[in-house]
């Protein structure tokens, strides 16, 4: 067991690694010259050869790839993930003020999308096969086929400018957040109930549920005290996987709600070529997410020793 | 009798046989499985249905999809615009049926790239195993820690925005679902008698994989392919939105979104039908998918419809 765990820990640091190199050489893909390609767009004009120079000096871009990649690796381990180009800011401390506002966003939706899930799922499964089972079903399939920018100006069209409910855009109150959590939510939403369905079927079947019905236990208390405890295991593992997902969606999500996050930086950076900026979003997203997942995966192994350890990594998404 | 007769008396006979030998093989299980189930039937004609719109409809459609008519902006839906017109008088559903052409083919092309990329990879990992194996998963788990669209986001928009360059992101992200799947599948059936009597037949690895183990992972391969459709044309809009797929004035759902907005208050028809194609879309691979892997691999445990035992 120690020694699994140990395993796992050195294939995790070779998973980081990797992350953190395919991160810094990203830029790499910039066609031409990276340092004349990021002043002409931030300068809307070529720049001179001096000028070029210059820049390349400054940013480190003068040296190997690999001193260069080093010195990257060594201040990010430090916490300093260098300055911003566009808003000669250090990038710590952007991450650090947008941070929290995609978190509040991620937990809010996952929040929204356990509420929505839990009951379909389970009034599908004590319905399985009737019309209610179906139309939940009909449900999730439209949550996961929807477009989330575009549910998001739905919601936006009939939440804020009809009925006048919710602010359009930007961020701080509950108000703000409501839009956004349904919109990046329902997906995942979506793909909880499935689970849960599924879960619970086969949770209702088991025998401990025959033999609670057998005890005289009502229905009510062996679905929801019997039955929706155990299948809620694996629903709990997904939403930890789900995670990743969530932080794809709030990209575009912010974008629609205008809401200052992780997303919004990230999109801006991405058309100002604000290498730096961009770097440490990636860095900072997919170290939690991997880490999430490997927390997940080691939790499901507690919990059930009779799981395959499976590799470091998330789902299909 | 000529010759000529013959010939072709000799090649009725030979279509009518092999026709009688597809009907036999299509009455055998996996056929008549696929047409009686009933989502692969709804997805199939979904799917079928856009394809044949992307295909034709350019050709029929009356209007020309970047023809700007600026004295008929923003008309709402009418007899002439069944689906209005959008800011520059441009014809809705002309547009739309151009875009299905953008979707479709970039969806086909980036997964097609992906399975070809991750079915090798998940076949050589699964047949050499040891060293090669363990760096081709470490390569895999790499690809994986990255939450996908936020990768594909950000090689896109280092490759500069275009169309070529987001079906270059979505299918360096993808491939390492297929390689973990073709890996699973071929260390499934690699201890099976018949790989096994193969080997000690002394057959080489190369035909071992080509003639075993590759006709095992093209069911699992095939389900996650069509299911990625909607993955992918979902990122492509998303990835376009943000505007780096299409540029304009080229007709694509996502862009279509994105340029509509701005009239979400006047307009609301101009986001809604982009919106209305990509989910439907969606909804035909999903349920193509979903219904393949019903028929093709009946032991899938999460679509909890296993029958009360």
Redesign the interface.
């Known amino acids: 067991m120690i020694r699994a765990l140990f395993r796992r820990l050195g294939s995790f640091a070779v998973v980081l690694a990797g992350v953190s190199f395919l991160t810094y050489g990203l830029v790499f893909l910039t066609p031409g010259d990276p340092a004349s390609t990021i002043l002409r767009e931030q300068r809307q004009s070529p720049p001179s050869s001096a000028a070029t120079e210059a820049f390349r000096a400054e940013h480190g871009l003068d040296e190997p790839f690999v001193t260069q990649y080093v010195s990257w690796l060594t201040d990010a381990v430090r916490g300093d993930l260098g300055t911003s180009y566009a808003r000669s800011e250090p990038v710590a401390s952007l991450l650090v003020e947008y941070l929290p506002n995609t978190l509040e966003l991620a937990l809010a939706a996952i929040g929204i999308s356990l509420l929505l899930a839990v009951p379909t799922g389970v009034v599908s499964a004590v319905y399985h096969d009737t019309w209610i089972d179906r139309t939940g079903q009909l449900v999730a399939t439209l949550g996961v086929s929807m477009p989330n920018f575009w549910l998001g100006y739905l919601l936006i069209l009939v939440c804020s400018l009809w009925l006048g409910l919710t602010p359009v855009s930007g961020a701080g109150t509950i108000g703000h957040l409501v839009l956004p959590a349904i919109t990046l939510g329902t997906a995942t939403a979506a793909v909880l109930t499935r689970l849960v369905r599924a879960s619970m079927l086969e949770a209702l079947e088991a025998e401990y549920v025959d033999t609670a019905r057998s005890k005289g236990v009502r229905e009510r208390v062996v679905v929801t005290k019997h039955a929706l405890r155990n299948a809620l295991v694996p629903v709990l593992a997904l939403v930890g996987l789900q995670f990743g997902f969530v932080l794809n969606g709030a990209v575009v999500v912010e974008v629609v709600f205008q809401r200052p996050g992780l997303g919004t930086l990230l999109v801006d950076a991405v058309f100002a070529r604000d290498v730096p900026v961009i770097q440490g979003v990636v860095l900072v997203t997919a170290t939690a997410f991997v880490s999430i997942n490997q927390l997940v995966d080691l939790a499901s192994l507690a919990l059930d020793p009779r799981l395959e350890p499976t590799s470091i990594g998330g789902g299909a998404r | 009798m000529s010759d000529s007769d013959t010939a072709s008396d000799r090649v009725r006979l030979a279509a009518s046989r092999f026709i009688d030998a597809v009907r036999e093989r299509s009455a055998t299980r996996p056929g008549t499985r696929l047409r009686s189930n009933g989502q692969v039937r709804l997805g199939g004609a979904i799917v079928g249905t856009l394809a044949l719109v992307a295909l034709v409809g350019p050709l029929v459609a009356p209007y020309d999809p970047t023809a700007q008519v600026l004295e008929a902006r923003l008309r709402g839906p009418t007899l002439a615009h069944p689906l209005g017109t959008d800011a520059l008088g441009r014809d809705v559903a002309t547009r739309l049926v151009y875009g299905a052409r953008v979707s479709l083919g970039l969806a086909l092309i980036a997964t097609g790239v992906r399975v070809v990329l991750g079915t090798t990879i998940g076949l050589l990992a699964g047949v050499s195993r040891g060293v090669v194996d363990a760096a081709l998963?470490?390569?895999?788990?790499?690809?994986?820690?990255?939450?996908?669209?936020?990768?594909a986001?950000?090689?896109a928009?280092?490759?500069?925005p275009s169309l070529r360059n987001v079906v270059i992101a979505l299918s360096v992200v993808g491939w390492?679902?297929y390689a973990r799947v073709v890996r699973g599948a071929v260390l499934g059936v690699k201890e099976q008698p018949f790989v096994e009597s193969a080997r000690l037949y002394g057959t080489p690895n190369r035909r071992i994989a080509r003639r075993h183990l590759l006709p095992s992972v093209v069911s699992p391969v095939v389900v996650?392919a069509t299911?990625n459709l909607?993955?992918v044309i979902?990122a492509a809009?998303?990835l376009s939105?943000?505007?780096?797929g299409a540029q304009p004035p080229t007709a694509e759902w996502?862009t279509m979104?994105a340029d509509g907005?701005t009239y979400?208050?006047s307009a609301?028809w101009l986001?809604?039908a982009?919106?209305v194609a990509?989910?439907?879309t969606?909804?035909g691979c999903?349920?193509l998918g979903d219904g393949l892997r019903d028929v093709l691999d009946p032991n899938h445990?999460?679509?909890?419809k296993?029958r009360?035992s």
Do not use: C, H, K
């Open positions: 998963m470490r390569l895999v788990d790499i690809q994986l820690a990255f939450p996908g669209l936020i990768l986001l950000v090689i928009g280092t490759l500069g390492a679902t996650l299911l909607g993955t979902l809009a998303g939105f943000l505007g780096l996502g979104i907005r979400l208050r609301p986001i809604t982009p919106g990509i989910a439907l969606v909804i999903n349920s445990l999460e679509d909890g296993r009360r």
